[in-house]
């Protein structure tokens, strides 16, 4: 098999660590693994990798080009592994194998994923990443809206308000116009006693 990073280079036997067989790229430093040999190893050995380490020195390159299967000659799938870095893994689902760019199993040793290669092959783990990043957005955004002061109070009532057992009636409150105008809607005419026992 020819590597599908570099296209220049045949693949061949190596491992990844001790028990788990893989085909290697001696140019550009990727990997070839076998969902079936890491299933294998991670039964026996996988327990063995989990402790991050901080002093673990990863050389990471990343082949953003769309890839080819080595073996079936399909598009594989770029799955990302972390928020942290635009790392992706690339999946064969024909072949079930994946192929590792040089560093991205230590990536996967330091944030304690080698346990966890499968989860990341899975639409809720790419999800939870879209839903971190989109949260992680909308906060930068409200910190440039804000001061520092107004963006702390504006996160405490937020949170006082979504807890409350009352929510709707208080969001129906603080979206009304004249909250206590007697030409309100039915809907939003709260009793005053019940926004009292609010606050």
Known sequence: ????????????????????????????????????NYLFWKERHGNELKQSSDSIKIVLNDSEHAMMCPKTGAFMVKYRIVRETNQHIDFSPQAN??????????????????????????????????LDETLEFAERMDHQLFDEATYHALTEIHQWIHQHT?????????????????????ADNIPIEKWLSAS
Not at 3 to 30: D, F, H, I, T
Not at 105 to 125: A, C, G, H, M, S
Not at 166 to 182: G, M, V
């Open 1 to 36: 098999m020819r590597c599908p990073s570099c296209q220049s280079s045949r693949l061949v036997s190596a491992y990844l660590e001790k028990g788990l067989p893989c085909r290697q790229c001696k140019k550009c430093g990727g990997n070839w693994l076998c969902l079936d």
């Open 166 to 186: 009352d929510k709707s009636a208080i969001l129906a409150f603080l979206n009304s116009p004249d909250p206590f105008s007697e030409n309100q809607s039915q």
């Open 97 to 130: 194998s994946v192929w590792l760019d040089e560093g991205e199993w230590q990536l996967l040793i330091k944030y304690r994923l080698v346990d966890r290669l499968i989860e990341i092959l899975t639409e809720p783990w790419q999800r939870e990443i879209h």
